[in-house]
């Protein structure tokens, strides 16, 4: 393979990465790919299970363009999120769920999503700017496929339990470092919301997506 020479981007610095850091990212990408294979599977095969999917990406919240800055998770990333863990009511990040007046709960193992690595858009000047770098051979003329690795740190609302008294059921944690007095079952915080449900064919094409055949990569590279 060639080296491209590459102009250093104006203004960002750029994220040092290590071998071991690459390999970390590789891996979990990896089980990431795996798992979303492992529930894709299941949801063809299970209309129950396809329904379920439906339904988590209804109350944690879908949107149909993953690039866009629009709230919620692509439905990549909520066939992700199901494949680690199901049910699942209301997603949100540790600093979120502060907000919320919840906090995670001891013990808690965060969920992963896929994040897309780099800027989200290309604005008609940005892709004006590429061609002539590709023109002028700064970079190769491929179009370049977005990078994605997974990064953990989401939560539901099941793994979390209030930081002060729960404005829904009245739940009083015993102090300030409590992390383990829950909500009753039967908490309005654990219903799930009202959301739509993404179309069955929508559903069906992004979970074909995530099947892998046999030795084939997930196409990142
Ligand atoms: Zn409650």
Known sequence: MATTKKKPAKGRKSRKVTPAMRERDTSSRAAANEALHNYAVLCLSDPAELELFRSIAA???????????DPGYSLQNVALLAAQRRPLVHCGGFTYWLGQGRVVAEGATSLGTFRRIGRKKQTEEEKQREEELAAEG???????RPKYYVKKGTFDVTQTVPREQCPHC?????????????????????????GSKP???????????????????????
């Open 170 to 194: 009245g739940t009083v944690p015993t102090g300030p470092e409590d992390r383990t007095t829950q909500c009753p079952t039967s908490c309005a915080v654990f219903a799930p919301r009202l």
């Open 199 to 221: 179309p069955i064919a929508l559903a069906i094409e992004v979970l074909q997506e995530q099947i892998k055949d046999e030795g084939e990569d997930d196409g990142d590279e």
């Open 59 to 69: 109350s944690i919240g879908w949107k149909y363009d993953p690039a866009s800055d």
């Open 138 to 144: 700064w970079q190769s003329t491929k179009p370049r």
